[in-house]
């Protein structure tokens, strides 16, 4: 059993910055890549950020390319995601995942924290 955690949520003004941080609590595992994924009301999940350890390549959904920035550790299995210059659309519930080494899809997730941008 792996049992995720984010972290960060919360209400901020638009133009604001918020720091979700991702960390296991619970079962041993590596991982090739994790990322953040949103899903908003009315919405499909989106992958917003990732970062593959490998090479360090980054990911970037294009309505965040440029205000958001993803980073971590692969030994401890964390990762951060920097969002700055937040605007009402970035409204949503922001869940950490991980894929591990030979598999395709994420398959490791968290319960979700609530990120909130007033207008």
């Known amino acids: 059993q792996v049992q995720l955690v984010e972290s960060g949520g919360g209400l901020v003004q638009t133009g604001g910055s918020l720091t979700l941080s991702c960390a296991a609590s619970e079962g041993t595992f590596s991982s090739a890549s994790m990322g953040w994924f949103r899903q908003a009301p009315g919405k499909e999940r989106e992958l917003v950020a990732s970062?593959?350890?490998?090479?360090?390549?980054?990911y970037y959904a294009d309505s965040v390319k440029g205000r958001f920035v993803i980073s971590g550790d692969k030994a401890k299995n964390t990762v951060s995601l920097q969002m700055n210059s937040l605007e009402p659309e970035d409204t949503a519930v922001y869940y950490c995942a991980v894929r591990r080494p030979s598999y395709r899809q994420y398959d490791y997730w968290g319960q979700g924290t609530q990120v909130t941008v007033s207008s």
């Open positions: 970062i593959l350890w490998s090479g360090g390549l980054t």
